[in-house]
């Protein structure tokens, strides 16, 4: 049996699910492959990987609709596939809880280096302090979020992005710095991704009529409440 990270690959195009299962066969993990959303639902469910690669159009049910039922119960990071001329279903599915993007037609180093960037962003840090700020509670080291006792569940991207802000609380961390601190310096233009992390962050950690822990510098950044 292969201790290779089990990554799961859902496209409905053979030429496209055989690349991807070189790809990552030589970049040293298994590929499991799935022609259907709903096929690749039930594979995660029955042996949960360690990671998902998904197209964002497929014959059932699309790729944010399977991002966002997969986001109902685990954390693991997903990476969607998106063809030129996608944006407004890629922004959809970074909202439904996507971590990253690929667009086709993509190189095998391009989508080797971003999943390993968002596996990264998934493993524990190390013995790291525990930050509370009015209600909310973060345990570095732990990867732990709690709000008023209640635990939040956040992906490793929105987990990443709030470390980055609350370690330096009161700090203005500009679009850049954040986008190469979190994501890396070849995302350093994407605004697209940091808005709709920062969106879901706020949506998952901020309680309506609560304290704001993100603040919005316009145009220039964000910074964590001090």
């Not at 961390?173 to 706020?202: I, K, P, S």
Request: a negative charge.
């Amino acid at each position: 049996m292969s201790d290779a990270p089990r990554i799961l690959v859902c496209d409905d195009e053979p030429q496209i699910l055989r690349a991807l299962k070189v790809i990552l066969r030589d970049a040293g993990y298994e590929a499991v492959p799935a022609e259907t959303g709903e096929r690749a639902l039930d594979f995660a469910a029955v042996k949960p990987p360690q990671a998902a690669i998904l197209d964002l159009m497929l014959p059932d049910i699309d790729g944010v609709e399977v991002t966002r039922r997969l986001r109902e119960w685990t954390e693991m990071p997903i990476l969607v596939l998106s063809a030129v001329g996608e944006e407004d279903r890629k922004v959809e599915a970074l909202a439904a809880g996507a971590d990253d993007y690929v667009t086709k037609p993509f190189g095998p180093r391009e989508l080797v280096a971003r999943l390993e960037a968002v596996l990264r962003r998934a493993q524990p840090q190390g013995a790291e302090p525990v930050i509370a700020a009015e209600g909310l509670e973060i345990d570095l080291a732990a990867r732990t979020v709690r709000r008023d006792g209640e635990t939040v569940h956040l992906t490793p991207t929105e987990f990443g992005l709030l470390r980055v802000l609350a370690s330096n609380r009161g700090k203005l961390m500009t679009h850049r710095a954040l986008l190469v601190e979190v994501w890396g310096v070849e995302y350093e233009d994407d605004l697209q991704v940091l808005r709709a992390h920062v969106a879901n962050l706020r949506r998952k950690i901020e309680p309506e009529d609560g304290p704001k822990y993100v603040l919005t510098d316009p145009g220039v950044g964000y910074r964590f409440a001090a």
